[in-house]
């Protein structure tokens, strides 16, 4: 039996808790401050608004973002963070004005950016974006939902159930889906008491399961919204436009590593056994299996790939624009034969081993 007690293992108990206790704060100030300005709970507005979820994701972002090693990672949660401050936060504070609507009905009245809006232009630009690149423009680097499971949600990553039974959960989005299709037909009638009710009871339903799926996380893993319920479109955007993920399976060992990491649980390698150009509505291109991959597997497709490859004709290797940023250079195998077979290419083709170039300079 070890012992208990000692300082080292009473920190080791402790700092996964203190993680967790901490989230459970997070997503608690982010929660009773929207539903203090939408159900009104006359809580003080200084501390508990509409932007309390903002300030849990910039003061739990920057330390996230300083302990995260991985480089790509750190620079996406910066962005992220940065993004989400400023469109969601400052702009709307410092510099509010209306973004236009279309339809008949203008139900809510949409600050810019208003991209999480259905109806507003903003929103259907930023679909058209998510068409040509996939959702990852959207939920990879500027999304509020994804910014607070990044950083306040961060300790219950390793909740992630994964698997293929787990994955065929997000069917459940068909129908939220649907529901959030009809909100745009709803638009374009003329107001009446039933739109009005429907109006409300849209962003009621809608809000309360957001947040509501945030204490989820013990259970699922951050992301039990993100996977199984959320109902914007972006994720559609992956299915219908130029995004997939693309698998080299001559690259692949199917080690499984890649699925380790992620998040929405994506069974990759069974998937890219059925096609190795991956086409989910899940997918938000975070990177992090691309950059657990050892084998450099794992790339992005999108609408610059489909020009150069299927317009320009050009071989899908340049993919080396999209470094694999925290593996390691692949080190080639020396041995004897193969540094004297280097410098007798060496010698046609202009290069050549350290030991023949050291020769050459005395
Ligand atoms: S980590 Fe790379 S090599 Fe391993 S299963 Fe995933 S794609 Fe294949
Ligand atoms: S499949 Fe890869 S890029 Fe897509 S969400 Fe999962 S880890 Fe991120």
Not at 6 to 23: E, F, K, N, S
Not at 147 to 153: D, F, N, Y
């Amino acid at each position: 039996m070890g012992d208990y007690n000692t300082p080292a293992a009473i920190r080791a108990w402790w700092r996964p808790w203190m993680g967790y206790v901490l989230a459970m704060i997070g997503f608690s100030w982010a929660t009773v401050g929207f539903f203090n300005v939408y159900f009104s709970w006359g809580l003080p507005r200084a501390v508990f608004n509409q932007h309390s979820e903002i300030f849990v994701i910039a003061i739990y972002g920057v330390p996230t973002i300083l302990l995260i090693k991985d480089p790509y990672q750190k620079r996406r949660l910066a962005v992220l963070v940065t993004l989400v401050f400023t469109f969601w936060y400052l702009v709307p504070t410092l510099w509010p004005f209306e973004v236009d609507a279309f339809g008949s009905n203008r139900p809510w009245a949409a600050t810019f950016p208003g991209f999480d809006v259905p109806g507003t232009w903003t929103n259907l630009g930023l679909f058209v974006a998510a068409l040509l690149f996939g959702r990852r423009i959207k939920c990879g680097w500027m999304n509020t939902c994804v910014a607070i499971k990044e950083t306040a949600g961060a300790p219950f990553r390793k909740h992630t159930k994964r698997g293929t039974d787990w994955f065929k959960l997000r069917r459940i989005k068909l129908l939220t889906g649907a529901i959030y299709l009809s909100y745009f037909a709803v638009l374009f009638m003329p107001d009446s008491a039933f739109t009005r009710a429907y109006f409300y009871w849209f962003w009621t339903i809608m809000i309360t399961v957001y947040f509501g799926s945030l204490f989820l996380a013990p259970i699922f893993g951050a992301r039990t919204w993100c996977r199984w319920l959320c109902p914007i479109l972006f994720g559609w955007a992956n299915v219908l436009g130029f995004y997939r993920l693309r698998v080299d399976k001559d690259r692949c060992t199917s080690c499984g590593k890649c699925e380790q990491v992620c998040d929405f649980g994506l069974p990759i390698r069974a998937l890219a056994e059925k096609n190795p150009m991956i086409r989910t509505t899940e997918c938000m291109g975070c990177g992090r299996c691309r950059t657990a991959c050892g084998k450099d597997a794992i790339s992005y497709y999108d609408v610059r790939d489909f020009v150069r490859e299927k317009i320009l004709g050009q071989d899908p290797a340049y993919k080396s624009r999209q470094p694999n940023l925290a593996a390691p250079m692949p080190v080639p195998h020396l041995d004897h034969s193969t540094i004297e077979e280097m410098e007798v290419v060496g010698g046609e083709r202009g290069y050549s081993s350290g030991k023949s170039s050291l020769a050459a300079h005395q």
